[in-house]
């Protein structure tokens, strides 16, 4: 049974940066694609950005597009979320998630495993 912990959350003002970190134990990390979703107060679950397992292939949200980073070392099983420029639109809980596959999916039916979320506050 894989194990998703996020950690890296925070209160941030507008313009600044967070990163998060997702470590991953109880399988291998390498076979796994990596997700990050994220879920406003009364608002729908929703992608953010995903990679692929070897990290040659990424994906990302239009709406954090050029603003955030994800990477991955699977030497150290852990999967980043750099977020630089932040907005208040941001806040939200964030999400790990991780699927048993190659490939970046946008769609959250398509991961096997969560994590317990990350509160990203950004203050304005």
């Known amino acids: 049974q894989v194990q998703l912990v996020e950690s890296g959350g925070g209160l941030v003002q507008a313009g600044g940066s967070l990163r998060l970190s997702c470590a991953a134990s109880?399988?291998?990390?390498?076979?796994?694609?990596m997700g990050w979703f994220r879920q406003a107060p009364g608002k729908e679950r929703e992608f953010v950005s995903s990679i692929s397992w070897i990290g040659d292939s990424t994906s990302y949200a239009d709406s954090v597009k050029g603003r955030f980073t994800i990477s991955r070392d699977n030497a150290k099983n852990t999967v980043y979320l750099q977020m630089s420029n932040l907005k208040p639109g941001d806040t939200a809980v964030y999400y790990c998630a991780g699927r048993s596959g190659i490939g970046v999916r946008t769609v959250d039916r398509d991961y096997n495993y969560w994590g317990q979320g990350t509160q990203v506050t950004v203050s304005s």
């Open positions: 109880g399988g291998t990390f390498s076979r796994y694609a």
